[in-house]
């Protein structure tokens, strides 16, 4: 158990909905990192947030968003869901704000999203 | 640019002999690599990682990997394989001033009884 928790474990909704996923961080852990998980793409970051801030962006798109809260937990919002964005979204953390390149990121047991 | 290549999509091994799975990479100065290994509806356990030093790296349930510079790869091994370690194991690179992990494809490990 790596100490970061994700809920929900499943997500089953219909095109053109929204939904929200929530990420607690390891004690102690001021980064939040999302990461999509799909057969085609493989493992792709997607945003990175450290003690509140937005610090880097990676392939996420348009209709998708993310904010960390004071007590530093965070969600991942996709809106206009597509059949493409079925998927394994996983959340990390890491200690700073990852200028410490050498830091181990934990992750979570992540949320199957399946758009119908 | 930050990328892994991870050339083989399956690695089968005989339970008890030597698990080798293959990674490649490709960054901009000093790498700084990771093994995870990912079982079934799990998330991703973190197994090792290189940064400096010593270019044989000691992880987690007797794994270890071998940072070889002049070959830009970081393979990881294990002497003698067990049934339980059958997963799916990832490659992943981070480059000096770059926040986020870039990952490979991933490898899916069967140990044959």
């Known amino acids: 158990d790596s100490g970061v928790t994700q809920t929900p474990k499943h997500l089953i909704t219909a095109t053109g909905q929204r939904v929200t996923l929530r990420c607690s961080p390891r004690?102690?852990?001021?980064?939040v990192y999302w990461y999509q998980q799909s057969l085609d793409q493989g493992l792709q970051f997607l945003i990175q947030?450290?003690?509140?801030?937005?610090?880097a962006k990676g392939n996420i798109l348009e209709r998708f968003s993310a904010q960390q809260f004071p007590d530093l937990h965070s969600e991942l919002n996709l809106s206009s869901l597509e059949l493409g964005d079925s998927a394994l979204y996983f959340c990390?953390?890491?200690?700073?704000?990852?200028?410490?390149?050498?830091?181990?990121?934990?992750f979570g047991p992540g949320t199957r999203l399946l758009v119908l | 640019a930050q990328s892994v290549a991870q050339p083989e999509d399956q690695v089968n091994v005989a339970e008890g002999n030597p698990l080798t799975v293959k990674c490649t990479y490709s960054?901009?100065?000093?790498?700084?690599l990771f093994w995870y290994v990912q079982y079934p509806n799990r998330g991703l356990q973190f197994l090792l990682k290189?940064?400096?030093?010593?270019?044989l790296v000691k992880g987690s349930y007797g794994f270890e990997a071998e940072f070889n510079k002049s070959q830009t790869s970081f393979h990881l091994k294990k002497p003698s394989a067990l049934v339980s370690d059958s997963a799916l194991y990832f490659c992943?690179?981070?480059?000096?001033?770059?926040?986020?992990?870039?990952f490979g494809k991933g490898n899916q490990v069967v140990v044959i009884p």
């Open positions: 990390a953390s890491s200690r700073s704000q990852g200028t410490g390149f050498w830091e181990t990121q934990y």
């Open positions: 004690s102690g852990d001021l980064s």
């Open positions: 947030y450290y003690n509140g801030e937005e610090r």
């Open positions: 960054v901009s100065g000093n790498p700084y």
């Open positions: 290189y940064i400096t030093g010593d270019n």
């Open positions: 992943a690179v981070r480059g000096y001033g770059n926040n986020r992990l870039a």
